[in-house]
């Protein structure tokens, strides 16, 4: 049986929210509008949010939600209008330390190689550098990369690209992992096994994860919970447990409880979808 | 929308201001009136002039000679584009010119066209159609490339003649960088006419700007070069107009 | 190298058209190649044409190294602020199509005949574009780079160096390849009637006296020239973006 969150509210009913001295991230009542040109639009909230150390949560919502929105309050690029943001803790200020991020658009430097791009984040942080080429070797023996140490990101396909992102992000050992929609412009094959990659990635580092994605069989298959947000402006209006083993892979496709989960995701999204897609702009 | 118009504000602003500063310092004779005058008495020599139409020969010269330019390397260039775009062997060998052709400073040819043609309207528009029909054989190659290739497969789909292929999904496909091809050029065949007018010739308003200058009659010579920017400015804010309508199909 | 075979067909091209140009129209309108070249190095082998030939390089590398600087710090700070860029666009686009001609005898009246004018004139035409082209360089630049460096909590510095720099750098470097020809364009242009050395100047003797093979000798020297340089940036860019693009 998967525990399931209270159905009612349209605001955000958080399910068996961690104290926020007790979450690893945590996210109380924010809010985000943006302004521009006289113009002001609710992006975001409100929304309640507690990361345990160590879980691997998942963003669903539709587009334009103001799921990016969260991602970016949650990495200190932007603070939120109303409400709390804390990491460890302590309230997120700027970009926290400890704090990776992999975004959906390709961000490898094309005028470095793959070992210079990895290494890159640690150089400029000043970092040993024997310190740094154990780092930089392991973290590219890690993402499959050995091969290709020396080629330019060009010289790569879209995955190998985020791979190589990955592996910038994993040098500097996060605590917390943001990924937004990072594996969106690959294709669905693809996509299964990179998927896999990052769940190798989280046993390995033991990280949290966020991960924002569109796609419900992802977020399905790889989560410990998975959270459904409404059109704009996106609250939480479910959050589901999988109960996935730790030691998961893509084949949990083939076990019913994953078409359970991905059933109950569509239904609410379902209509959000709808929604979103009845209204003129994006 | 609001944008564009607040920013065409403070645009309009920014330069007001500055013609006011210029207009100051003239006044103030911190600009000595040998060296320039002010824009408000630029601009009443300009109105005198115009009226009086003692330049009126010279300019319709010039206009005349930027038409026949523009219409001359419109033409053959977006003719020469075409040549060039359906032969790639030819294109491959002319490739590295054309990509160098403004590097060269074409001007110094002038005087061996005034040897061709003498001096005269032939050599002015020689030099500008030299100037402008690389930019527009550039821009009937750069359009004709982008041209999305399923928009032909689909052309094929509906079994269009070449013909009609052509003029309903090439030519309004490759219209945003055509139109370009055509800005580019109006600019260079105006630089190329003034700018030979200016060096040596006997006619148009860069003859009359050297020989007022060289006669010390800063009044006129004012007057004509605040005529020129005036022209330029108004040229290019309709073409811009066009070229944003053009874009503003493509684009959000 | 058989690929250039197609392009020296042209260039062969060319100066058979030359030729029978030349064989049509005669010794007063025009020079045959062969007395283009010959006279070309009856000049170089001139003392004299070397003063003048330096004075121009004199010239230009001033109006060059302004122009540059000028122009990539003017384009970086408009490209930066996104108001001031839209607003200051038009602008500079418009000052960039009037012809500068039109402004020249303001400017031998500011700054009198002398280097000092030679170097105004190539400034003149060559810092608008550079100034576009960075402008352009860096509103074109992927907006996650800026991101990744707050992500990689970088400082404003290491940001601008080692991300904002070489990401724009190829765009940069088109720019100034069209600002250097349109600097030396521009001092050319302005010894052509402001100065009394120079190989502008050259030109306006030798066509006062006639002496076409003069003239046409001149303009060949300065078209290799323009052309070996801009062959050279051009390999240059294309080093920095064979990397950067498939």
């Known amino acids: 049986m998967i525990p399931v969150a209270s159905e009612t509210a349209a605001k955000a009913a958080p399910v068996k929210q961690t104290p926020v001295e007790q979450a690893h991230a945590a996210l109380r009542g924010v809010t985000c509008v943006y302004h521009s040109q006289g113009r002001s639009l609710h992006a975001l909230g409100p929304v309640d949010l507690s990361l345990a150390r160590g879980e691997f949560f998942s963003v669903v919502g539709p587009s334009g939600c103001g799921k990016s929105t969260l991602l970016d309050i949650l990495a200190g690029l932007n603070p939120p209008q109303t409400g709390t943001a804390h990491f460890e803790g302590k309230s997120i200020l700027g970009v926290p330390d400890g704090v990776g991020v992999v975004f959906q658009e390709d961000a490898s430097f094309p005028w470095l190689n793959v070992h210079d791009n990895v290494a890159f984040g640690l150089r400029r942080a000043g970092v040993d550098p024997t310190e740094i080429k154990r780092r930089v070797d392991y973290a590219i023996g890690f993402m499959g990369l050995k091969d290709f140490a020396a080629s330019y990101p060009a010289q790569l396909s879209g995955g190998m690209r985020q791979r190589v992102c990955i592996a910038r992000t994993l040098v500097l050992q996060p605590r917390l992992i943001l990924l937004d929609e990072p594996f969106g412009a690959l294709d669905q094959q693809t996509r299964l096994i990179m998927g896999d990659e990052l769940l190798r990635l989280w046993r390995e580092t033991s990280a949290t994860i966020l991960l924002i994605t569109h796609a419900l069989d992802e977020a399905a298959m790889l989560s410990d919970r998975v959270g459904v947000m409404s059109t704009r402006p996106g609250t939480f209006i479910d959050i589901i447990e999988t109960g996935w083993d730790r030691n998961r892979d893509s084949r949990v496709v083939s076990k019913p409880h994953f078409g359970d989960i991905t059933a109950r995701l569509w239904e609410k999204l379902r209509v959000e979808a709808l929604k979103m897609m009845s209204t003129r702009e994006l | 929308m609001i944008a564009v118009r607040s920013e065409a504000v403070l645009r309009f602003g920014i330069v007001a201001l500055l013609v006011a500063a210029v207009e100051m310092l003239c006044r103030l004779h911190i600009i000595p009136v040998d060296v320039m005058i002010a824009p408000s008495q630029m601009a009443a020599e300009l109105i005198k002039i115009l009226v009086s139409g003692e330049y009126s020969a010279d300019i319709i010269s010039s206009i005349a000679n930027v038409l026949i330019s523009t219409a001359l390397s419109v033409t053959l260039g977006f003719v020469a584009g075409l040549i060039i775009y359906s032969a790639p062997s030819l294109r491959a060998a002319l490739e590295p010119l054309l990509a160098s052709y403004y590097a060269v400073p074409t001007f110094i040819f002038y005087p061996v066209f005034i040897s061709l043609f003498g001096v005269g309207s032939g050599a002015i528009v020689a030099i500008a159609v030299l100037l402008a029909i690389v930019s527009m054989i550039t821009a009937t190659l750069n359009g004709l490339d982008r041209i999305p290739r399923v928009l032909r497969k689909t052309g094929r789909i509906y079994r269009m003649s070449r013909i009609k292929m052509a003029v309903m999904i090439e030519l309004p496909s490759a219209a945003p960088s055509l139109f370009t091809g055509v800005k580019l050029s109006v600019a260079y065949s105006f630089i190329g006419v003034i700018a030979s007018e200016f060096i040596l010739s006997g006619s148009g308003i860069g003859y009359a700007i050297a020989y007022a200058y060289n006669n010390f009659e800063n009044r006129h010579m004012y007057a004509l070069m605040l005529l020129i920017i005036l022209l330029v400015t108004g040229v290019n804010a309709l073409l811009n107009g066009i070229d944003r309508r053009l874009q503003s199909q493509r684009h959000r | ?246």
């Not at chain 3, 058979?16 to 062969?34: E, F, K, N």
């Not at chain 3, 724009?168 to 349109?182: A, D, K, M, N």
């Open chain 3, 1 to 246: 190298m058989h690929k250039f075979g197609g392009t020296a067909l042209v260039i062969l091209a060319c100066v058979a058209i030359w030729q029978s140009l030349y064989v049509y129209v005669g010794d007063s309108a025009l020079a045959s190649p062969l007395q283009t070249v010959e006279k070309l190095s009856e000049l170089l082998r001139n003392d004299d044409f070397w003063i003048h030939v330096s004075e121009t390089g004199r010239a230009f590398v001033w109006a060059f190294a302004i122009a540059v600087l000028g122009g990539v710090s003017l384009g970086m700070a408009l490209g930066l602020g996104r108001l001031a860029g839209n607003v200051a666009e038009p602008i500079l686009v418009t000052l960039y199509s009037i012809p500068k001609v039109v402004l020249y005898p303001l400017i031998l009246l500011c700054f009198g005949l002398g280097i000092s004018a030679k170097v105004a004139f190539g400034v003149m035409h060559g810092l608008i574009p550079i100034a576009l082209f960075s402008m352009n360089a860096i509103r074109q630049m992927k907006p996650v780079y800026r991101r990744t460096s707050q992500v990689l909590r970088l400082t404003s510095l290491q940001t601008a160096l080692t991300v904002i720099v070489p990401a724009i750098l190829p765009e940069i470097t088109s720019g100034v390849r069209l600002g250097l020809s349109l600097t030396l364009l521009g001092v050319l242009i302005g010894e052509m009637f402001a100065s009394q050395r120079g190989l502008g100047f050259l030109l306006t003797s030798a066509i006062n006296l006639g002496q076409i093979d003069t003239i046409m000798a001149i303009a060949l020297l300065l078209t290799v020239f323009a052309i070996a340089c801009n062959t050279l940036m051009m390999m240059f860019e294309r080093h920095l973006t064979h990397r950067q693009s498939r």
